[in-house]
């Protein structure tokens, strides 16, 4: 990962990043020479088919994976958070998960307590802040992953498919709460990968669509969606988006 | 068939008599098994944990040497603590060989394999399944071994009962480096040694049927806490199919 000179408004500069898993002849390439500067209060989103390389962008903009090849800068000086689509919650109760990510930053553990009050406050679960976790619905256990991810106070957030395994009631609601998240500061960076077009044009401005593992388009929302160019620009990502939505 | 049921008759009347040989043989192997049980767990567990998330070179062979060990039989563990204690041997200044310590101390290195081995592979499984996520909360290996050992804490009691069945009815050890002192050091499994070939069946019988009670115990308390585990957490994480057996 390269901490070379990355314009100071850009979060992340991607420039010929590979990401190879195994070596030899039988390596996957998950990702191949993606090139990627995202700015400070953009609203990015993801999309391709499964196995295009989303979630292994985003580990890798997380630092969750080093690049194979090419460059990777993120700004290290904002508060980065995560949030999957499946959110590991521990054994103990709601208040502790949330706690958790604040103590592990360096926040006293009573401190982190009374704070992990407040963001489950803000996702509407303070009355479940002594239940286990793990009893939680789907849902519930989304909205105490983001509430994990609130109370951090990130500049830039990166969630991953966070509503493809819940149910309808409980996608709109992580959805709402994503926005809600988003609107509380302006600056925030967002990125996050969906299968949900619908989603992707309700929160993001700007579409990066990937197919085996290369970024194919990377177009403002209104152009991916609207403009009878992408046809005639980007064949694949129009027929994707054809299949998606028929 | 006669002697047998005759000797079941006298083995239970022992027992129930609560007969302070037979009382005192069981005590004093609970207490060694235990005191080795802490002892191994105390270090395996911690050795285990650090194993199930570090990645290093030459990490493979120490896991094929571990796995070895589990394989050891309990004479093999015995003569090599005998060696160690001898007179001439690197601790035989401590003077510990025939007592109660040196009893531990073989026990504690029969099971050290069996606690490190088990809490690796359940610590593994957990990185495997939650490490990347406590990554990107900022947990390091360090803190995210000892995190998710917390998280498989019911998983890692049952490793722990598992160890002391293990040390509780093994034979070989206790009796190289114990000698089988009457009053001393001997323990149930050396004693049912002992009474058998002499031909006091009663109480070779009695103390069988109290070795395997204990086992039974143990393995009822097994099933209990993954009963309870079951129940109360509404788990999905990996949980080894653990017994105990004699």
Redesign the interface.
């Given at each position: 990962m390269s901490a070379s000179s990355a314009p100071v408004n850009h979060v992340f500069v991607l420039k010929q990043a590979a990401v190879r898993f195994g070596l030899g002849a039988r390596a996957l390439h998950a990702l191949s020479d993606v090139s990627l500067q995202i700015a400070r209060g953009e609203r990015v989103a993801f999309i391709g088919a499964n196995g295009c390389g989303k979630s292994t962008l985003l580990?890798l903009m997380?630092g969750?994976l080093p690049p194979s090849g090419g460059h990777m800068h993120r700004d290290q000086s904002l508060r980065h958070?995560?949030v999957?689509q499946r959110?590991?919650l521990?054994?103990t109760s709601v208040q502790n998960n949330v706690a958790?990510?604040l103590w592990?930053?360096g926040q006293a553990w009573a401190e982190s307590k009374r704070l992990a009050v407040d963001a489950l406050h803000s996702v509407g679960l303070a009355d479940h802040a002594l239940r286990?976790a793990?009893?939680l619905s789907g849902g519930q256990q989304q909205r105490v992953a983001l509430a994990?991810a609130w109370a951090m106070q990130p500049r830039v957030l990166l969630l991953d498919e966070p509503t493809s395994s819940l149910d309808p009631h409980a996608k709109r609601e992580v959805e709402a709460l994503i926005q809600q998240i988003a609107a509380r500061d302006p600056d925030m960076t967002l990125v996050f990968a969906s299968h949900n077009l619908g989603q992707v044009k309700r929160l993001a401005t700007r579409v990066v669509y990937l197919e085996q593992g290369r970024v194919l388009a990377d177009l403002p929302v209104h152009e991916f969606f609207v403009s009878d160019g992408l046809a005639q620009r980007y064949p694949q990502a129009h027929l994707f988006v054809k299949g998606e939505l028929v | 068939m006669t002697s047998f049921t005759d000797s079941a008759a006298m083995a239970l009347n022992l027992i129930f008599s609560l007969d302070s040989n037979l009382m005192a043989i069981v005590a004093r192997s609970l207490w060694v098994s235990a005191w080795a049980s802490v002892i191994a767990c105390a270090l395996g567990l911690v050795l285990g944990a650090a194993l199930g998330v570090s990645r290093f070179a030459g990490r493979n062979a120490l896991l094929a040497l571990l796995n070895t060990f589990l394989a050891v039989p309990s004479v093999v563990v015995g003569l090599v603590v005998y060696l160690l204690l001898s007179r001439t041997g690197p601790l035989g200044f401590l003077g510990w060989l025939f007592s109660f310590k040196a009893m531990v101390l073989a026990q504690a290195f029969l099971v050290l394999p069996v606690v490190t081995a088990l809490t690796r592979q359940v610590v593994e499984d957990a990185e495997g399944l939650h490490g990347e996520q406590l990554q990107s909360l900022g947990a390091r290996s360090l803190l995210r071994s000892v995190l998710l050992a917390w998280d498989e804490r019911y998983a890692l009691l049952t490793v722990m009962l598992a160890a002391f069945g293990r040390a509780v009815s093994e034979v070989g050890a206790v009796m190289i480096v114990g000698g089988n002192i009457d009053g001393f050091t001997r323990v149930m499994t050396t004693a049912i040694a002992l009474e058998t070939s002499k031909g006091d069946l009663p109480l070779a019988l009695g103390l069988g049927l109290v070795l395997l009670l204990v086992v039974l115990l143990l393995n009822m308390l097994v099933a209990a806490v993954r009963h309870w585990r079951e129940h109360e957490e509404g788990a999905s994480g990996a949980m080894p199919q653990l017994g105990v057996s004699v």
């Open positions: 580990r997380h969750l958070a995560m999957f959110p590991y521990m054994r958790l990510g592990l930053r286990a793990r009893k994990r | -």
